[in-house]
């Protein structure tokens, strides 16, 4: 599939209903890029987080709910530019490789994502990416 359109929009509520009002040949014909805004003391202080051990996990699993619910198997592409490129969970998994691997499950893809597997050109770039 070649994309008539590339959005680029925050993985925020308002984009969601905005989105989910769009026609389905339309959502078909794009291929969003979903920026997942970074986890801060405010997201930690909201009732759905405060008193959670893993409230980056939770944050990051409403996201990709978010995203899954949005697009359902249709591509889709992520990004955590506000995030530390060495950001984890709680448990010291990488943000990336939780938020794809739920994305992928989630549309019943098989396969695994691993960061280690990307090429060394476009390792370099996120590491230098700050």
């Known amino acids: 599939m070649i994309p008539k359109y590339v959005p680029i929009v925050k993985a925020k509520q308002g984009e969601?209903?905005?989105y989910n009002h769009l026609e389905d040949i339309s959502?078909?014909?794009m291929l969003p890029l979903f920026e997942l805004p970074k986890f801060t003391q405010t997201t930690n202080e909201r009732v759905a987080y405060k008193d959670k051990a893993?409230?980056?996990e939770c944050y990051l699993c409403d996201l990709t709910n978010n995203i899954s619910s949005a697009r359902g198997s249709l591509p889709t592409m992520v990004d955590i530019f506000t995030w530390s490129p060495n950001s984890?969970?709680?448990n010291g998994e990488h943000i990336l490789n939780f938020s794809v691997n739920t994305l992928l499950a989630a549309s019943g893809?098989?396969?695994n994502f691993n960061p280690t597997s990307v090429s060394n050109t476009t390792r370099a770039a996120l590491e230098h990416r700050i």
């Open 54 to 56: 893993n409230p980056i």
């Open 88 to 90: 984890t969970l709680e």
């Open 16 to 18: 969601f209903d905005a």
């Open 27 to 29: 959502k078909k014909k």
């Open 109 to 111: 893809e098989l396969g």
